[in-house]
């Protein structure tokens, strides 16, 4: 059986990896990452890990552990 995977499905997942790890690194999230995740998460677009990983950010957020510049 061949798998088909989705561009929109593996761009999502490429930039959902990285956005977490520079937010991970410097403590902060920009307008447009915040949109990205957003739209990734509005859409269904996330596999059960990166939503986790959204889910987690937001967490951080919330506390204050990440500023918004």
Do not use: P
Request: with cysteine.
């Amino acid at each position: 059986m061949e798998t088909c995977i989705n561009s929109q499905d593996s761009f999502w997942q490429s930039e959902i990896y990285e956005i977490a790890a520079r937010i991970a690194n410097s403590h902060q999230i920009t307008a447009h990452e915040q949109r990205v995740l957003r739209t990734a998460f509005l859409e269904n677009a996330l596999e059960e890990e990166e939503h986790r990983i959204v889910n987690r950010l937001y967490r951080a957020l919330r506390r204050g552990r990440i500023k918004v510049v």
